[in-house]
C-alpha cells in the first residue's frame, strides 16, 4: 500500500518533532523536514506491518534515531526491553539491538517469534565467551558462584548460577553467600565489582574473564581531565562496562537506564557521557536543554540495524534472522534470569 502524500507529511512532522533536537547523529546528518521526508514512507510501513501482525519493536538506546523515534515500541537497554517484551505478550518481536538481547527477550517469551533485523549484529563483550568455555573455566574454580552480566550469550547463561545487569549487579554479588566468584564475561566490570565491593567493606573473591566492550574499552582517563579543564562545572558519567580509572574519576557510574536518570535531575552546565554515541542522541531528545561534550564512539554491531532491515524481518524474515534457542539450554538460562529476579533490588 502506497502511503498518500497527506499521510507522509504528517509523518514527516512527527519524525521531526524528535529527531530535530539531534546533534550527534552516527551518520553526520542533519534532520530538517527533508530527511524526515525521506524515511516518512519506510516508518509508515514498518509501523503499518507492525500492527498486521501484532508485533513489537524493541530499540536499544545505542542504535539509530530514526529507529528509537520513528517506529520502536520501546527504548532503553536490554534488560528494559526484555522485560517489556515479556509483558506485551506479543507475537513478533523485532529486536533492533544485538543478538544476546534478542537471545534474552526469547528466553523470557518462548512464545515468540523473535526477530534480528541483521544476524551479524554481535557483541564484542558477548562473543569473547561461550558455554564450553566456561564449563573449562567452571572445572578450574568448581566452589565458585558462577555470575553472568546480561551482555552474554544464551548457552553462557545456561551455564551460569545467576545473572546480573549493570544496574543490580554490586547488591546482588554483595548478598550471594559465596565468597567465591566467576564473574563473566567482563573483566572491567568485574574490576568495579571488585572495587565496590572493598568499598563497601565485603570480602569476596572476584575471578573474571577476559571479555570487554569494544567502545567502553576505548575511553581512558586522559578524556576526562582534558574535558574537566575546558569545561569548568563538567559532569562526567560513565558505564560500569570502563574502566576502573575512569570510574573512578567520574562523577556518577551507572548503568544506561541510571546515567539518563542522573543527567535527567543533575544541573550541570555540561555533561561528558562516557558510553555509546546513540545515548547522547537520545538525550539530546529527551532534554533538548542540557549540553554534552566530547565525540562520539560508536558500536558497529548496533549500527548494522536498520529500517529497511526492519521492514525486511518484519514482512518475510530468512530463517538467520529467527532466533531459537534448543529448549534444554533454553530453560536453564532462564533460571538464571529467574534468580535475578528474585534476587535484584526491589526499588
Ligand atoms: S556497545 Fe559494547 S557491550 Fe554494547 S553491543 Fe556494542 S560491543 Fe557489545
Redesign the pocket.
Known sequence: MIATDDAVEIEAERLFGSLMHVECDPRGRTWNLDTCREIAPLTLEINRLKKEQGAVILA?S?VEPEIIYGVADFRGDSYFLSMKAKEARAKVIVFA??V?MAETAKILSPAAKVVVPDRQ??????DSLNGDDLRKLKSLYPDATVVCYI?STADVKAESDVCVTSGNVYHIVEHLPAKRILFVPDRLMGQNLRDELKRRGVQKEIITSDGT????DEFGPGDIALARERYPGLKVVAHP?CTPEVAAASDFVGSTGAMMKYVKTTGAPYYLMLT?CGLVGRLQVESPEKAFIGGCRL????KLNSLEKIRDALKSPRPDQIITIPEEIRLKAARCIERMFELAPTD
Open positions: 536499544h545505542y539491538g544485538v544476546f549484529s554481535g557483541c564484542s563483550l558477548a551482555n566492550c569494544m567502545v567502553h562496562e555509546e558500536c558497529p554491531y548496533m
